[in-house]
């Protein structure tokens, strides 16, 4: 499978290892998209398990989005990876995967990343006027906090 | 396969009507606080009639940023926080994620905390279970079940609390193994609730299996396909109830589950009243897997050799577990400290709860009422 | 049995019904009309039993009160009261009204005065006991070809109004 | 004046056949007196068969074996703060419960407890039973559309609906059980509650066995849309709790939502009567054939008081198993004036005078109690049907079966 893919694509494979026994992708982010489809369509992994991401302020792409694939057929999971920066937005996969919806949703409403043709991309667990990404890790639980405790209770700090 | 699309719930919510029945269209907020909902669960009805016309689900009312406290909390001081999110299933939530760290620190519990595992995570399995069938029964209209199933769940949660002192929030589990031994008499207690249990599930099914109304509400409602599940990621009952015989303890085994002989009861519908036989059938597979785990139990130590400081090496895990509501994932990332780098957990009540919306449609509102009964939902863990 | 206070309760179930009738026609809000309505046929309900038909006071009460005005109050209550309270109640016939009323009145104290030969001055008392079994025969025997055909009539009138409903659907 | 009062003890009809206010006052009194009673009663009795179904202890704590808690209990709807909502139509909200209320107590009038027990005999007693119950579904509706809310305004389109569905069902049932009492010399039948169970002591046969099985089959349909009729489960959708919160008393609390309670468990026993009357012979005792005789008699007018002494032994029995501790003093004290009550009752009931005069009633009560314990059962036992299915079940298989069952009642009395 790796090596059909890296035919068909090249470098865009970054990195196709294993690590404690799961295998995982690491893919350019202009070609996952396609990749993400062609593992569906053609290599049967026709189940999403988990869409999820991570951010790294250090570097200069933030975020890893990561695709955690099933096949049934196949019994076998597969880690798609891919970074993109912060403010950058990816194409959905929510035609790919109808699970995807909810789980980008959640990725928009942690980390702040967009999804483009996500049909309803808005924030799910938390209220629709919160700002801010809690999941980033620059992101100040105190800061929110106070905040919150000065425009809701007139006080300075509610430590 | 069918195309994705379909699934998508879209309702444009306009600004409601002050005379709602002027038009045929009808909105209704069910929940956060209904009887029904399980918690709070909010759901906004759009309905012709009694007709369902489409739902969106608006949850996070119970979020408290587990994920975000992982980030701050070692590997250790995290284990408690799991058993917060299924809490009608604490100890399969404990069991995923002790599991997934051990598999990052590459070290692995040893026979006899393995069995100890089984035995409470299948015990946890029929108590959440139990729990399932006690409030859908309600929802559905019949009372009495509810009683019976909390009545025959005592029996399981007393053997936790004399295991570990705690009864829902159990912290059963330490990376590497089990902290306390088993108790004396455990082993008699866990014969006897076997002995015990098969008649009550009898019990239930005479209440409801042959019950005219129970199957005229349930069969041929909420509906789900194989291929749709597929397409949706839900996993758990519901998955098996649409006739795949999938299960992750016989797919990509852990603990030992490999070494246990039972079966994995699929329906062939998928609709509420295969997922009540299905979750049915599982009670009795768990009372099969305590059976062999209990006769065979092995001595030894209960614990692995863990480094008193957990420092993973940078990597990252994905690991999960067939926990009563479907797949149970942990997908950990760490950068080399003793904190987690970033933990995520895929939690199936939440996965499972966006096949709500293509379950109930053109259905009626009692319907509903039943779906989300039958997806087993909990709100701790859809909202984390 | 020998009545008690007649003519007490004639008067205040007359008064009833008329009230209740005023009330139907001024009230705005089309659920309090319906109220009075219902009010205002029990009250003829009493009347027909203070006049020895427990049977047309019966079939009053079931169907009128408890059938058609159930009814009523479901297609008032799928109405749009805001809109309809916003409306004039009176258009400016009332010209019309008058002059009809006036007729109905007269025509009224015209039968009083002219037909006073025509009632008797007693109502001879029915026996109560059989009021009912009398119908019926009436109902089954003479007037047997006019029940009938007003059956077929409501018969006709239920399939009219499926076939009205199903093309809607 | 106390001429008046006793001339009437000597006739053998009922007081408002007699047309003797004072006793009609009396009976009225005593009738609904004891129907709330017999409300508190029903629903100290429910919690706890309910609780015991359900291997609960239900209330114990307010009186022995919480035999006060419907006291405590209607004590505190008094007493709560009476809510109206703000966007409510006040009036029509206020006026809602009583007309449930009086729909279904000005039911009790015709209600023959005995030959001559009831308030007064209409000639059209059971069209005004079944005239003057439906109209609480006026009540119903407007109680929900003056809620001014979704759920309430659901729930009471979903109950007028069923409720109409199913008095029709219902009153063909009844039409053919009336259709029995034409069966005797004369070839006129009644409409008369007190006339119907006479008929079934003339044709010395409860209607339930008559013709069998078309008597049961009506019967059968009745027992069912009475439920259906009183909301209750499993047809108690429109109070589905899991669906609709409460149905159209969402809104109503305290002493406005007690009056629906009270309504609800008049009209439950209101429509068990009509079930008693018509199917199962109204006052007469059982087997008045098969066990005939003046021994028989004897023994079956002894019954009363004995039912009434083992009442008490139970009562004796809770008091013995009171755990002897200073805190339940007095609630053994309690438990066991409750009991020498009872048993005092019994004793009275073997008066003779008294015991030919009561067990009518205490026959009639017992049979409707039998319904009373059923509708507890149902609870328990039955999931709820879902409105499609309810609406199914009403107009699919009730109606047709009800309206062949009046035919071939029709067919084989005229053969017969």
């Known amino acids: 499978m790796v090596t059909r893919l890296q035919r068909q694509y090249g470098s865009g494979i970054q990195e196709?290892?294993?690590?404690?026994?799961?295998?995982?992708?690491?893919?350019?982010?202009?070609?996952?998209?396609?990749?993400?489809?062609?593992?569906?369509?053609?290599?049967?992994?026709?189940?999403?398990?988990?869409?999820?991401?991570?951010?790294?302020?250090?570097?200069?792409?933030?975020?890893?989005?990561?695709?955690?694939l099933y096949s049934f057929a196949r019994n076998e999971r597969v880690r798609v990876k891919t970074m993109i920066a912060d403010g950058e937005s990816f194409p959905t996969s929510v035609d790919v995967w109808a699970t995807a919806n909810w789980l980008e949703r959640e990725v928009f409403d942690m980390f702040g990343v967009r999804f483009d043709g996500h049909?309803?991309?808005?924030?799910?667990?938390?209220?629709?006027?919160?700002?801010?990404?809690?999941?980033?890790?620059?992101?100040?639980?105190?800061?929110?906090?106070?905040?919150w405790v000065q425009i809701n209770l007139g006080i300075e700090s509610g430590e | 396969m069918t195309d994705p699309t379909t699934y998508l719930s879209h309702l444009e919510l306009g600004e409601p009507?002050?005379?709602?029945?002027?038009?045929n269209e009808l909105i209704i907020n069910m929940g956060p606080q209904h009887p029904a909902t399980h918690g709070v669960l909010r759901v906004i009805l759009k309905l012709d009639g009694e007709k369902v016309l489409g739902t969106e689900c608006v949850i996070g009312y119970l979020h408290r940023g587990v994920e975000k406290i992982a980030e701050h909390r070692t590997y250790t001081m995290f284990n408690p926080?799991?058993?917060?999110?299924?809490?009608?299933?604490?100890?399969?939530?404990g069991l995923g994620y002790c599991q997934a760290v051990e598999k990052l620190l590459n070290i692995e519990a040893p026979a006899r905390a393995n069995y100890i595992r089984v035995i409470l995570t299948e015990l946890n399995r029929i108590a959440s279970h139990q729990l399932w069938l006690g409030t859908h029964a309600l929802d559905i209209g019949a009372m009495t079940p509810l009683f019976y199933t909390f009545r025959d769940r005592?029996?399981?949660?007393?053997?936790?609390?004399?295991?570990?002192?705690?009864?829902?929030?159990?912290?059963?589990?330490?990376?590497?193994?089990?902290?306390?031994?088993?108790?004396?008499?455990?082993?008699?207690?866990?014969?006897?609730?076997?002995?015990?249990?098969p008649p009550k599930i009898d019990e239930y099914e005479e209440l409801l299996?042959?019950?005219?109304?129970?199957?005229?509400?349930?069969?041929?409602?909420?509906?789900?396909?194989?291929?749709?599940?597929?397409?949706?990621?839900?996993?758990?009952?519901?998955?098996?109830?649409?006739?795949?015989?999938?299960?992750?303890?016989?797919?990509?085994?852990?603990?030992?589950?490999?070494?246990?002989?039972?079966?994995?009861?699929?329906?062939?519908?998928?609709?509420?009243?295969?997922?009540?036989?299905?979750?049915?059938?599982?009670?009795?597979?768990?009372?099969?897997?305590?059976?062999?785990?209990?006769?065979?139990?092995?001595?030894?130590?209960?614990?692995?050799?863990?480094?008193?400081?957990?420092k993973p090496p940078v990597g990252e895990i994905y690991h999960s577990i067939e926990a009563p509501k479907g797949e149970l994932g942990y997908f950990i990332v760490s950068d080399g400290s003793t904190q987690p780098y970033r933990v995520r957990v895929r939690p199936p009540s939440f996965v499972n709860l966006q096949a709500l919306d293509i379950m109930v449609r053109g259905q009626l509102v009692a319907d509903v009422i039943a779906v989300i009964g039958t997806l087993d939902i909990v709100l701790g863990e859809v909202d984390r | 049995m020998t009545p008690v206070a007649t003519t007490f309760f004639f008067y205040l179930l007359s008064g009833l019904t008329l009230l209740s009738g005023v009330l139907v026609i001024t009230r705005k809000n089309a659920v309090h009309s319906a109220l009075a309505l219902i009010f205002g046929l029990l009250a003829q309900a009493g009347l027909y039993l203070m006049l020895y038909a427990p049977f047309v006071a019966g079939v009053q009460i079931i169907l009128y009160a408890g059938g058609i005005m159930v009814l009523f109050l479901f297609v008032i209550m799928l109405v749009n009261l805001e809109r309809s309270q916003k409306e004039k109640q009176f258009n400016k016939q009332w010209l019309v009204g008058l002059l009809a009323a006036g007729a109905l009145?007269?025509?009224?104290?015209?039968?009083?005065?002219?037909?006073?030969?025509?009632?008797?001055?007693?109502?001879?008392?029915?026996?109560?006991?059989?009021?009912?079994?009398?119908?019926?025969?009436?109902?089954?025997?003479?007037?047997?070809?006019?029940?009938?055909?007003?059956?077929?009539?409501?018969l006709v009138a239920i399939i009219g109004a499926v076939v009205m409903a199903k093309k809607r659907i | 004046m106390l001429d008046y009062i006793t001339s009437y003890l000597g006739m053998n009809t009922t007081p408002g056949q007699a047309g003797n206010v004072f006793w009609v006052t009396v009976y009225i009194l005593i009738v609904f007196g004891g129907v709330s009673v017999a409300v508190m009663a029903m629903n100290w009795l429910e919690r706890k068969a309910l609780a015991h179904f359900q291997i609960r202890l239900g209330p114990m704590r307010v009186g022995p074996h919480g035999l006060l808690q419907p006291i405590a209990d209607a004590i505190k709807l008094f007493t709560k703060e009476d809510i109206i909502p703000a966007e409510a139509d006040k009036f029509v909200f206020w006026i809602a419960p009583l007309i449930i209320l009086c729909a279904s107590f000005t039911v009790y009038i015709v209600i023959p407890f005995g030959p001559t027990h009831a308030i007064t005999d209409v000639n059209i007693g059971i069209l005004f039973m079944l005239g003057v119950s439906s109209l609480s579904v006026l009540g119903v509706v407007m109680a929900g559309w003056a809620s001014n809310s979704h759920y309430p305004l659901i729930g009471s389109l979903r109950s007028s609906a069923q409720m109409i569905s199913y008095e029709v069902a219902m009153g063909m049932a009844v039409v053919s059980a009336i259709l029995m009492t034409s069966l005797n010399k004369s070839g006129t039948g009644t409409l008369s509650m007190i006339g119907i169970v006479q008929a079934q002591a003339e044709q010395q046969t409860w209607f339930l066995f008559k013709f069998f099985?078309?008597?049961?089959?009506?019967?059968?349909?009745?027992?069912?849309?009475?439920?259906?009729?009183?909301?209750?489960?499993?047809?108690?959708l429109p109070e589905a709790e899991s669906e609709l919160t409460a149905g159209f008393h969402t809104e109503y609390s305290g002493l406005r939502w007690s009056l629906f309670m009270l309504g609800e468990y008049a009209a439950m026993i209101a429509v068990s009567s009509i079930a008693v009357t018509l199917w199962l012979g109204g006052w007469m005792r059982p087997f008045p054939n098969w066990l005939a005789g003046e021994t028989w008699d004897l023994v079956f007018s002894l019954v009363p008081g004995f039912s009434f002494l083992g009442l008490a032994l139970i009562a004796f029995i809770g008091v013995i198993r009171m755990p002897k501790h200073s805190y339940f003093r007095i609630q053994t004290i309690g438990l066991a004036g409750f009991g020498a009550v009872l048993g005092l009752i019994g004793l009275i009931l073997f008066v003779p005078p008294v015991r030919d005069r009561i067990q009518d009633i205490f026959w009639f009560v017992a049979k409707v109690a039998v319904f009373m314990y059923l509708y507890i059962w149902y609870r328990a036992t039955f999931p709820r049907y879902r409105f499609d299915q309810l609406m199914k079940v009403g107009w699919k298989v009730l109606l047709p079966v009800a309206i062949g069952v009046l035919i071939l009642t029709a067919v084989v009395g005229v053969i017969f």
């Open chain 2, 81 to 93: 926080y799991v058993d917060r999110m299924d809490y009608v299933a604490a100890v399969s939530n």
């Open chain 2, 17 to 23: 009507d002050k005379t709602f029945l002027d038009s």
């Open chain 4, 213 to 236: 099985p078309l008597g049961l089959i009506a019967f059968v349909i009745f027992a069912i849309a009475m439920v259906a009729e009183t909301n209750r489960a499993p047809f108690d």
């Open chain 1, 16 to 68: 196709a290892k294993a690590y404690l026994g799961q295998n995982y992708l690491v893919l350019d982010p202009s070609i996952t998209r396609e990749v993400l489809q062609i593992l569906r369509d053609e290599e049967q992994f026709d189940y999403c398990v988990d869409l999820t991401a991570v951010h790294y302020p250090q570097r200069e792409k933030q975020f890893d989005l990561v695709w955690i």
């Open chain 1, 119 to 147: 049909p309803d991309l808005k924030r799910i667990l938390l209220p629709d006027g919160w700002r801010g990404y809690p999941l980033r890790k620059d992101y100040g639980i105190i800061q929110q906090d106070q905040e």
């Open chain 3, 105 to 154: 009145g007269g025509l009224f104290v015209a039968v009083y005065m002219k037909g006073q030969g025509l009632f008797p001055e007693r109502m001879a008392l029915p026996a109560e006991s059989s009021n009912t079994q009398q119908i019926g025969q009436l109902l089954y025997g003479q007037y047997m070809f006019a029940f009938e055909i007003a059956s077929l009539l409501l």
């Open chain 2, 154 to 197: 005592e029996e399981i949660l007393k053997i936790f609390e004399k295991y570990c002192g705690a009864r829902l929030t159990t912290h059963a589990f330490r990376i590497g193994g089990c902290q306390y031994e088993t108790y004396d008499g455990f082993e008699d207690d866990v014969k006897k609730f076997l002995d015990f249990f």
């Open chain 2, 209 to 310: 299996t042959t019950n005219r109304i129970w199957v005229e509400r349930t069969v041929g409602v909420g509906k789900i396909s194989a291929d749709d599940c597929k397409a949706l990621g839900v996993t758990g009952p519901v998955l098996r109830a649409s006739g795949v015989r999938w299960d992750i303890r016989k797919a990509l085994p852990y603990a030992n589950y490999s070494e246990f002989d039972f079966e994995i009861p699929t329906g062939e519908n998928g609709d509420t009243f295969d997922r009540y036989m299905v979750r049915m059938q599982e009670m009795r597979q768990a009372v099969r897997i305590i059976g062999q785990a209990v006769e065979r139990i092995p001595e030894g130590p209960i614990m692995a050799k863990v480094p008193k400081v957990m």
